[in-house]
């Protein structure tokens, strides 16, 4: 059966596309390891792999959009989950997100069925129930009692550690209620402008440059808290993350759509010498 590939490097991912024939589908994934909806798509697309046989016209390659940044600009990668279709160097379709239904029909739509498993192409979903378990204490014997329907309810007591998490996650909340008002402009990335960590940063960075824009930026490489905290605070599970006068105005791809929508949209925020030229 066919596989999920995972591309160490661009060399490998030029070979590979040189070496296929020109009637083979290449469905090329860009994901990245700290994105919670790649950790989906990685499940469907392995599964949907599987359903192939292995001699098939059709190639599933894995690609990290921030290691190999060079391969994600050439095909536009400007968020993640994000799915090329492509043969003989053509791309066919693209796909953004993680509808499992929008990717079979995307991938079936080009290469058909893979026939492993049901019409839908994907395996049927695993059933599960509470195990019982008997115990024998010198009486009649007992059973684990079925916990799986029980949900916390709102007057429940808090425990210790629960209150410590109120306590910290408050605490955090105003740290970056703060950060995000720090400057009229706050960019939060992977990296420094002067050396940024991940295509992404990368390439917002140069937006602002080219717009001249004055802005100040925290690295959320340097504090875990504040990377893992941002997400939840800004409803946003991805970075870079661009403020504006403390609103969240979104990741690079927004950015883009904003300034495509309006091209002084950036205006401003310019530094003084750019405004009055």
């Given amino acids: 059966m066919a596989s999920l590939i995972e591309i160490q490097s661009e060399d490998v991912f030029d070979e590979s596309i040189r070496a296929a024939s020109p009637n083979t589908l290449f469905?090329?994934?860009?994901?990245t390891p700290w994105a919670a909806p790649c950790a989906q798509m990685n499940t469907i697309l392995s599964t949907l792999a599987s359903t192939y046989p292995a001699n098939?016209?059709?190639k599933f390659l894995s690609i990290n959009?921030?290691?190999?940044p060079d391969i994600s600009e050439a095909y536009d990668v400007t968020a993640v989950p994000f799915l090329v279709l492509?043969?003989?160097?053509?791309?066919?379709?693209?796909?953004?997100?993680?509808?499992?239904?929008k990717v079979r029909a995307a991938v079936e739509k080009y290469a058909g069925g893979g026939g492993a498993y049901?019409?839908?192409?994907?395996?049927?979903?695993?059933?599960?129930?509470?195990?019982?378990?008997?115990?024998t204490n010198g009486n009649a014997p007992t059973t684990t009692k079925d916990l799986s329907s029980y949900a916390p309810k709102p007057n429940d007591p808090l425990t210790t550690a629960q209150q410590a998490s109120q306590e910290s996650r408050k605490e955090l909340n105003e740290r970056l209620a703060k950060l995000i008002k720090a400057a009229p402009v706050m960019l939060f990335?992977?990296?420094?402008?002067?050396?940024?960590?991940?295509?992404?940063?990368r390439q917002l960075v140069s937006i602002l440059r080219e717009n001249q824009v004055k802005y100040g930026f925290f690295n959320?490489?340097?504090?875990?808290?504040?990377?893992?905290g941002l997400k939840v605070f800004s409803d946003w599970p991805t970075f870079p993350q661009l403020y504006t006068n403390g609103e969240l105005i979104g990741g690079l791809d927004i950015v883009r759509?904003?300034?495509?929508?309006?091209?002084?949209?950036?205006?401003?925020?310019?530094?003084p010498s750019a405004a009055t030229a």
């Fill in 27 to 31: 469905v090329l994934y860009f994901h």
């Fill in 56 to 58: 098939a016209p059709i």
């Fill in 65 to 68: 959009a921030e290691d190999l």
């Fill in 86 to 101: 492509q043969r003989d160097n053509k791309t066919l379709e693209t796909v953004s997100g993680s509808d499992a239904t």
């Fill in 118 to 135: 049901a019409s839908n192409g994907l395996p049927p979903p695993l059933q599960a129930a509470p195990q019982q378990h008997a115990h």
């Fill in 189 to 201: 990335m992977k990296g420094t402008p002067s050396a940024p960590q991940c295509g992404f940063s």
């Fill in 220 to 228: 959320i490489l340097a504090d875990d808290d504040v990377r893992e």
């Fill in 257 to 271: 759509e904003e300034l495509s929508a309006d091209p002084d949209f950036f205006k401003p925020y310019a530094a």
